[in-house]
Nanobody, 120 residues
């Protein structure tokens, strides 16, 4: 089993920045991908971006609405994945979740979420 804990959410003005952290514990050696998702009030959960790693290298991908503003990175020594969010907009307001998988295309574990609120 793997446990995921997000932190770093909060209230920020439009144009500001936040960095979310997702710390994994447990069978972290089994993980090959961590993704970030978000859910705004009254909306379905949506994909934000993910990071995948192999012995060859690391890749990231993002949904179009955050490309150029959000960056996902990983510190393997700390079992932590970060979501750096810059140029935040009110429409980025949501609960942000990290999720992890033991295969590239499957999510097996979810964190509890952290609230991000962007004021206009």
């Amino acid at each position: 089993q793997v446990q995921l804990v997000e932190s770093g959410g909060g209230l920020v003005q439009a144009g500001g920045s936040l960095r979310l952290s997702c710390v994994a514990s447990g069978r972290t050696w089994s993980l090959v991908t961590v993704g970030w998702y978000r859910q705004a009030p009254g909306k379905e959960r949506e994909f934000v971006g993910h990071i995948k790693w192999t012995r060859i290298g690391t890749t990231t991908d993002y949904t179009n609405s955050v490309k150029g503003r959000f960056t996902i990175s990983r510190d393997s020594a700390k079992n932590t994945v970060y979501l750096q969010m810059d140029s935040l907009r009110p429409e980025d307001t949501a609960v942000y979740y990290c999720a992890a998988g033991s295969t590239p295309l499957q999510i097996d574990y979810w964190g509890q979420g952290t609230q991000v609120t962007v004021s206009s």
